[in-house]
């Protein structure tokens, strides 16, 4: 069974980059089985799509409306995916999920499993 | 805005059943597989139907979903205070290349 866990700043500050990573275990994160993948919700919003990524190629997928800001990796040493968000606003203060989406077409996009969730607020 | 439409709430009686719609447009569900999220408050979304119809392992088949055209459709029956929760499709979008969900649904068991 696969576990996500993230982990991360609570508090970031406007204008700078928010960084997370999320600790993957039960599988290899360069395992053909799974794209990876973050997902975010605002507080009382629905959810939003920021990007994913398949190891296997190196291929990533981003938000258009994040495309300019976003950068997801992997580092197999660690057996880890993070995520980084440069120039942030009050916009982004979101909770901020990470997936394994067990697919290897988005056009088939699942998410079986989603990491607990980290909150994180954008404030001076 | 969400490129996916849902009613923002549903609401039905314990043991009955409750429809939840999804409407998108031929660029996304109209060429693209959807899946269906439920989420309890405070926790993360838990995958309950992909592929249009398909339950994950666990999933009981009191859930199950549709598509037709543009419009996919999530269906609960014999309804659990249990089920209470937001519900979230979604799907892959052409025009943007990007995955997209509704502004998800929140059932109320009354």
């Not at chain 1, 700043?9 to 275990?25: A, D, H, R, W, Y």
């Not at chain 2, 408050?41 to 119809?53: C, M, S, T």
């Amino acid at each position: 069974q696969l576990q996500l866990q993230e982990s991360g700043p609570g508090l970031v500050k406007p204008s700078e980059t928010l960084s997370l990573t999320c600790s993957v275990s039960g599988d290899s994160i360069s395992s053909s089985n799974y794209f990876w993948g973050w997902i975010r919700q605002p507080p009382g919003k629905g959810l939003e799509w920021i990007g994913s990524i398949y190891h296997q190629s190196g291929r990533t997928s981003y938000n258009p409306s994040l495309r300019s800001r976003v950068t997801i990796s992997t580092d197999t040493s660690k057996n880890q995916l993070s995520l980084n968000l440069a120039s942030v606003t009050a916009a982004d203060t979101a909770v901020y999920f990470c997936a394994g989406l067990g697919t290897r077409q988005l056009a088939r996009f699942k998410a079986d499993f989603w990491g607990q969730g980290t909150l994180v607020t954008v404030s001076s | 805005q969400s490129v996916l439409t849902q009613p923002p709430s549903v609401s039905a009686a314990p043991g009955q059943k409750v429809t939840i719609s999804c409407s998108g447009s031929s660029s996304n569900i109209g060429v693209s597989y959807v899946s269906w999220y439920q989420q309890v408050p405070g926790a993360a979304p838990k995958l309950l139907i992909y592929e249009n119809n398909k339950r994950p392992s666990g999933i009981p088949d009191r859930f199950s979903g549709s598509k037709s055209g543009t419009s996919a459709t999530l269906d609960i029956t014999g309804l659990q205070t249990g089920d209470e929760a937001h519900y979230h499709c979604a799907t892959w979008e052409n025009s943007l290349t990007a995955v997209v969900f509704g502004g998800g649904t929140k059932l109320a068991v009354l």
